[in-house]
């Protein structure tokens, strides 16, 4: 699929606000494997977009090329660009990066141990992030500030929080404290990498509360990735499907949730919803993810798809639907497939 079908299919449909981010042509390369290739997508400001897909897929990589934090060996090319920054992400040199994050893009990872600093006290961590990038010109005013910012994302007493070290605190409650580190800016852009992974049910649902309102209190963009197809059907509005290194299929989260037209998209769907056969064996996708960077030619997915033919060893075509959903698949499921 070119990347021009591709942005458009992604971006759904003629947007009520203007584009946020624009990423065209993005390859993500590690020696000779290539990890993800050619991504484009566009997120609207105030958008909350989804990127599903099983580990492996491309997702965190497509997530680090944004902000600039690529791995040690790997690099990105073709282009990443975010309204309000006058150059393109790819390619920017570090010092340039590190005006970037922060004020104008944030990223909340999955473990906040590893993005805490553990020596350093919950509330002046928050206001370093501020006075580094000039939000608060004055300490205490910056420690104020902090201090609402923990207040905010539902930290009890947030004072003595703010006087804690991250050790201290419970797994959401660190969580808490990295989406209000990601907020003192008041980024444009928020990325969340699987933030609520290692948390229980019932904290996973109060700090997804809490995301959504912490973006849309800011009318700022959103995007989520995760594995898990029920988050994104509750805090995003789009859903981009990656497998392989690729996009497969997007569009509106109830459109491709209920009519998935892509078999990787239909064998997620029927895998989260506990399906069963004939046999009445829980639905799972046959085979396991390849090796990054070692997926087949043409459809990536056609080595574990048991609709695949001769056709599915060329790279398939990406199809627009009116309802904005775009696809890139030889054998969509048909009308008797979908999930109504």
């Not at 065209?24 to 599903?52: H, K, P, Q, Y």
């Not at 309000?84 to 790819?90: A, I, K, M, P, S």
């Not at 920017?92 to 104008?104: D, L």
């Not at 048991?306 to 030889?330: K, N, S, V």
């Amino acid at each position: 699929m070119s990347t021009s079908a591709q942005t458009a299919a992604a971006t759904g449909r003629a947007p009520a606000q203007p584009d946020l981010l624009t990423v065209r042509g993005l390859d993500v390369v590690s020696g000779d494997r290539t990890l993800v290739a050619d991504v484009g997508f566009t997120i609207r400001a105030g958008e909350r977009v989804g990127l599903i897909g099983e580990s492996g897929s491309g997702k965190s990589l497509t997530a680090l090329s944004i902000v600039g934090l690529l791995p040690e060996g790997v690099r990105a090319s073709g282009s990443v660009r975010l309204a309000g920054v006058d150059h393109d992400l790819v390619g920017a040199g570090e010092a340039a990066m590190s005006r970037v994050r922060g004020k104008h893009v944030a990223m909340v990872f999955q473990e906040p141990m590893t993005a805490l600093n553990p020596t350093m006290r919950v509330g002046r961590q928050v206001a370093e992030a501020m006075l580094v990038h000039r939000t608060q010109r004055d300490r205490r005013a910056a420690a104020t500030a902090a201090v609402e910012l923990l207040d905010r994302v539902g930290l009890p007493d947030p004072q003595a929080a703010a006087r804690a070290y991250p050790h201290q605190f419970s797994g959401g409650q660190r969580q808490r404290i990295m989406l209000a580190l990601a907020l003192a800016n008041d980024p444009a852009l928020l990325v969340c990498d699987e933030p609520t992974t290692a948390l229980d049910v019932t904290v996973q649902a109060r700090v997804l509360d809490v995301i959504v309102r912490g973006v849309q209190e800011r009318d700022a963009a959103m995007l989520f990735i995760t594995h898990d197809l029920a988050v994104v059907a509750t805090v995003c509005e789009r859903v981009l499907v990656m497998y392989g290194g690729r996009i497969v299929e997007a569009g509106p989260v109830r459109e491709v949730f209920t009519r998935p037209r892509h078999r990787y998209t239909q064998g997620l769907i029927e895998a989260s919803n506990l399906d069963v056969d004939d046999r009445g064996r829980l639905a799972t996708i046959p085979g396991s993810v390849p090796a990054a960077g070692r997926f087949p030619a043409g459809c990536v997915f056609r080595n574990r798809c048991a609709h695949a033919t001769g056709a599915c060893a060329e790279r398939p075509p990406w199809t627009d639907m009116a309802t904005g959903t775009g696809y890139a698949c030889f054998h969509p499921p048909t009308s008797e497939a979908r999930h109504d």
